[in-house]
């Protein structure tokens, strides 16, 4: 797999709630799902790309499955990987074509 492969697997989706967008606003903050082996520099250039953006910095958190009860049977979500994507000032992604 060539490096450009590489990086349209790294960001796997927006993560958009009510708090992210609060930091889109205030902050010029994105959220993003990325892969579980995803590194800081991975996420930096597959935004770039991906969107045509200049990123400022990259924030990584882990994020742990929460246990779910069905019933008598226990469950889990699975964990998954999240990226605090802080864009340059001026820069801007449209997740939606709203005008």
Request: hydrophobic content about 40%; overall charge positive; charged content about 30%.
């Amino acid at each position: 797999m060539n490096n450009q492969e590489r990086l349209m697997k790294v960001v796997l989706a927006p993560h958009i709630t009510e708090k992210s967008a609060m930091a889109a606003e205030m902050r010029n903050q994105y959220v993003f799902k990325v892969a579980k082996d995803a590194k800081k520099p991975e996420v930096k250039a597959a935004i770039e790309m991906m969107f045509d953006v200049k990123v400022d910095a990259v924030t990584i958190s882990n994020v742990k499955g929460k246990t779910k009860r069905s019933g008598a049977k226990l469950g889990r979500r699975p964990s998954w990987k999240k990226a605090f994507v802080k864009l340059s000032e001026g820069q801007e992604i449209q997740f939606l074509d709203a005008e």
